[in-house]
């Protein structure tokens, strides 16, 4: 959630391009469905995870812009039919978004895919105070007796396993198309801690039509399960601005639907899109946006919160990958900064999209030469590139061997293919499972930490052969 809502400032004619060169009148207001248009009930309800998810939870809506002042109500989560009784009542924070303007670095510019919608009201709280490992059950306040279901959100333990989904980029089909594969993922691990979205969650960073998808998509799943939401290229839009640094502007939606942790040390543009959060005595995960001109001041970042994490596993999720899998889309400037941090504190695990293609790849510091295919492999980080969505890209030629100097080594590919990704931390074993959207197994691995050494323990299992363009079914972007 946005702490400063900055007042729009005089109207750029100048900017006015931007507008055009979207499609006007796509989602006018005449052509919303239904499970896009604002009420007075609350909808995208999302929780999302603070610094300390083991005391905390945060939970954000939408309403119409009748809803001023509005709060949720928790109780810890009994068998009790009428759980709900004592429930404590939480004022939310209440902040109004105009979908129709943006403010551009100062300049106010029109967000003609939005033309028609009026504004809406997000409201978020964080739930404090609570206590680890417990299950508590929610629910948040549209106007009157406009109330969400009782949901039901687990906070973290201190330790102890954990399990959580990773998707690749959604970002098109989002209702037709990326809605089976979050579903497969949710009934493979209904009892996820939480869902890291790896950037692209929708095509057009402001449009409100993709963001109604998105949860249309997601329904009741993200009320329950944690979102660990990444801001991908597709989450920034792109303007004609002299700067760099003033052609990436986060997508209007961003801070008022995610209620992230922020981070004092880092530049109000890297607010809720560069993060950590501490999730246990075993986890440790690190969000960076790849999209930001400010990758130098995020790898300095990255460089001293790993540094200073005691945490058992230490995950990295970031939307470009350092180790590119689709053709022509490498980002050397952006490895070049980061890798060095990677190696140097033998992150465990990098999760990361963009490329519409799958790829896992290990690096070993160690001289040993290792498949990483099987078991006994000494491994320092695990690279993997994934997608959830139905677009879908080539294989850049030559797999990885232009990497060669940076020591990685591919290990599965595939092309033509949605996947989720399910990974479980216990004690020293790290699980991983691909799987497609029909829950077929594609790839997966385990990982140990034992007397400083991490070794690969269950080589790649599959039900299937290697998928590409040449032996799948026929594909049409969508
Ligand atoms: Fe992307």
């Known amino acids: ?24 009148g796509d989602a006018g207001a005449h052509q919303q ?60 924070r209440t902040e109004r978004l105009d979908p129709q303007k943006a403010d551009a ?19 978020s709280v964080i739930f404090e105070d609570l206590k680890p490992d417990t299950l508590y059950a929610y629910r948040v306040k549209g106007t009157g007796d406009q109330w969400s279901e009782w949901l039901q959100t687990r906070t973290a333990a201190e330790s102890g396993p954990i399990s ?60 329950m399960i944690p979102a660990v939401p990444v801001a991908g290229n597709h989450e920034y839009e792109r ?48 969000i960076i946006s790849t999209q930001s001109p400010k990758i130098e001041e995020q790898a300095d970042w990255l460089d001293r919160e790993l540094a200073a994490s005691d945490a058992r596993w230490k995950i990295v999720s970031m939307h470009h990958p350092i180790f590119s899998s689709g053709a022509d889309r490498d980002s050397p400037e952006r490895r070049a900064a980061l890798l060095p941090v990677i190696n140097k504190h033998k992150v465990d695990l990098v999760l990361q999209g963009h490329d ?3 790829a896992r790849g290990a690096i070993s510091q160690t001289p040993e030469r290792i498949a990483f295919q099987s078991k006994g492999g000494s491994v320092d980080t695990m690279f993997v590139n994934s997608v959830s969505g139905p677009k879908q890209y080539g294989f850049r030629a030559g797999d990885w061997d232009d990497y060669e100097a940076d020591g990685v080594t591919l290990v599965r590919k595939a092309e033509n293919t949605q996947f989720f990704q ?14 497609t959207a029909t829950g077929a197994l594609y790839d997966s691995f385990d990982m140990t930490k034992k007397r400083g050494r991490k070794r690969i323990t269950r080589g790649s299992a599959s039900t299937m052969g290697e998928r590409s363009f040449s032996n799948t079914g026929a594909y049409k972007t969508p």
């Open 1 to 24: 959630m946005t702490r400063q809502f900055l007042p729009f400032l005089a109207f750029s004619a100048a900017l006015l391009g931007l507008a055009a060169a979207h499609d006007p």
């Open 33 to 92: 469905p239904p499970w896009q248009e604002a009420t007075g009930w609350p909808d995208r309800i999302v929780v999302t995870l603070p610094e300390s998810p083991q005391s905390s939870f945060a939970v954000t809506w939408r309403t119409d812009a009748t809803v001023d002042a509005t709060f949720a109500e928790i109780v810890e989560a009994r068998d009790d039919a009428r759980f709900d009784i004592g429930a404590e009542r939480v004022s939310a």
């Open 105 to 123: 670095f100062g300049e106010v510019i029109d967000i003609a895919s939005n033309a028609g919608l009026p504004p809406a009201h997000f409201h």
């Open 164 to 223: 959580f989904l990773y998707l690749g980029d959604a970002q098109n089909a989002l209702r037709s198309h990326w809605s089976r594969l979050i579903r497969a993922g949710f009934q493979e691990a209904p009892k996820a801690d939480f869902i890291l979205h790896a950037g692209d969650l929708v095509n057009r960073p402001s449009r409100d039509l993709e963001w109604a998808e998105w949860f249309d998509a997601t329904g009741f799943i993200h009320g």
């Open 239 to 286: 303007l004609n601005l002299p700067s760099v640094e003033q052609n990436r502007l986060l997508s209007v939606m961003w801070r008022p639907q995610f209620t992230l942790p922020e981070e004092p040390t880092l530049a109000d543009d890297l607010q809720e899109v560069a993060y950590d959060i501490r999730y246990s005595n075993d986890l440790h995960l690190f």
């Open 356 to 358: 519409h293609t799958y």
């Open 422 to 435: 399910l990974i479980t931390i216990d004690g020293d074993r790290l699980s991983y499972e691909a799987r």
